[in-house]
């Protein structure tokens, strides 16, 4: 792992809200309220109002928000990237991940069934979170493989261990390997190459692309 980054409170969200033709983006959220861009206007939306463009938010947490437009009521969770001209994924399983306002790639996901937030590093070659993490998400990193892990302020001990599933957006994978370090780093947990290399990705100056091998 080549550096420890920290965290953002929400992952960048694009959406394309059917019957509408603007784009909703979502830059973060919070428990009753929206940051949003709509056709490139910048509004912070409480629960239950709308804006000019008729976009309502109906419910609002830290990691789904619930829009009405045109009658059409929408779900959408942290980590989905929807533009205009979506169309769903195929049987390949696409999944793209945006840089935030924080020039970092962000996005929300699953380990365990348990909903996280992850900062992509291609620099680390394994999913990495602290042991605060592993708590959180019920992970028994003390029964893996005790090793030493070099990190950005030298090196620490950690513990080599099985994610049984990491889901982001379509894509699910099983027995993922992680690292888990002890104390209060990484402050977010990485998406590393544990879980990169076993998709095909690719990444550009404002998206990474993910999608499945098969």
């Known amino acids: 792992m080549n550096r420890l980054i920290g965290a953002c409170l929400a992952a960048g969200l694009m959406v394309a809200v059917p019957g509408h033709a603007a784009d909703i983006i979502v830059v973060g959220l919070f428990p009753g309220k929206a940051v949003v861009r709509i056709d ?75 909903s996280v937030h992850f900062l992509v590093d291609t620099g680390a070659s394994s999913v990495a979170m602290n042991a605060g993490h592993a708590r959180n998400i019920g992970v028994n990193y003390r029964s893996g493989r005790r090793i030493g892990v070099s990190t950005a302020n030298g090196v620490t001990s950690g513990y080599q261990v099985k994610l049984d599933r990491v889901k982001v957006g379509d894509i699910e994978l099983t027995n993922v390997d992680a690292v888990v370090l002890e104390g209060a780093s990484p402050p977010v947990i990485l998406l590393g190459l544990s879980f990169l290399d076993r998709l095909h990705w690719s990444k550009a100056d404002t998206v990474i692309e993910l999608e499945r091998k098969y």
Do not use: W
Request: hydrophobic content about 25%; charged content about 25%; cysteine-free.
């Open 40 to 114: 490139g206007e910048r509004l912070v939306l409480s629960q239950g109002e709308t804006s000019p463009q008729g976009v309502t938010l109906l419910e609002a947490d830290s990691e789904r928000a619930v829009f009405e437009t045109d009658g059409q009521r929408r779900e959408y969770q942290l980590g989905t990237h929807i533009g205009a001209n979506y169309a769903a994924p195929g049987p390949g399983k696409k999944h793209r991940i945006y840089r935030s306002s924080r020039q970092m790639f962000e996005t929300g996901g699953f380990i365990n069934g348990t």
